[in-house]
């Protein structure tokens, strides 16, 4: 019973002082694990903002390209026209009835307006005019095709942000499925030392039941012992009253028949 005890009592201490640190540890496990759920909702809606945001930017690049070809072909058109429509003989100034006539055009056409007055202006102003024409067209193709290089840079930008927000997510999903599994041996573990504890808290409870009613038994027994040999020396010292009786009769029995054979 003492080394059942001896034994319990062991189990018990290792166990109380493994569920303390278990416990501790699973608490330190479920705030990591809680971090990790908020640090990879925080990087999926800054990735979400990310495609969004690109999105939108994709989305005003394409309009403006669609502007700047916009303005282009107008721009073709118009020097094309001022071209072919010139007239290399005439060099006659509008009169005001001429004015009047084109602003009514212009109204509904104003390219078209715009030729017929380039048109008729004296040549050096209609070469400066085809000139202006040009020199803006070639403005608007350097800024279309500055807007294109820093849209392609701007996706480059994008595209490494992406991947570095992707990657993190990825690694902190990792991070949080070995933290889970490491959470889940413990609390298995937490859940072996409880069932152990119990266990050893049963077996102790068992052994000293067993130890006092054993003790109580042998007290028992002793005292009986103790019963038996007080009343089996009581019982000797009788015999030895009776002994004694006897062996003084005895003698006295042998003194008398001497005497008597000793009268005859």
């Not at 942000?161 to 599994?181: F, G, V």
């Not at 054993?214 to 005292?223: D, F, G, P, Y």
Request: charged share 35%; glycine share 2%.
């Amino acid at each position: 019973y003492n080394r059942r005890i001896e034994v319990a009592e062991g189990i018990i201490d290792e166990t109380t002082e493994n569920i303390a640190n278990l416990k501790a540890k699973i608490a330190e496990l479920k705030t990591a694990i809680a971090n990790l759920k908020q640090t990879i909702a925080t990087l999926k809606e800054h990735l979400a903002e990310l495609i969004a945001d690109d999105a939108a930017e994709r989305d005003a690049f394409a309009n403006r390209i669609e502007a700047y070809n916009t303005q282009l072909e107008g721009l073709d058109q118009i020097i094309e026209m001022l071209k072919t429509q010139r007239d290399e003989e005439g060099e006659a100034v509008p009169d005001v009835q001429s004015l009047l006539q084109l602003a009514k055009i212009g109204k509904k056409n104003p390219m078209a307006a715009l030729v017929q007055v380039a048109a008729s202006l004296p040549r050096e102003q209609w070469e400066k005019a085809v000139n202006l024409m040009s020199e803006l067209r070639e403005r608007i193709a350097q800024k279309k095709a500055a807007d294109i290089q820093q849209e392609a840079a701007r996706i480059q930008k994008f595209e490494q942000d992406k991947a570095a927000l992707e990657k993190n997510i990825a690694s902190n999903q990792q991070k949080l499925r070995e933290t889970e599994a490491e959470l889940a041996e413990n609390e298995q573990s937490l859940e072996e030392n409880e069932r152990r504890k119990a266990a050893a808290e049963v077996e102790l409870a068992s052994a000293q039941k067993g130890l006092e009613e054993k003790t109580a038994q042998c007290n028992k027994w002793r005292e009986e012992y103790e019963r038996d040999s007080e009343k089996r020396g009581n019982e000797i010292d009788v015999v030895e009253q009776v002994q004694q009786i006897f062996s003084n009769r005895i003698a006295s029995a042998k003194d008398y028949l001497k005497e008597r054979i000793d009268q005859e």
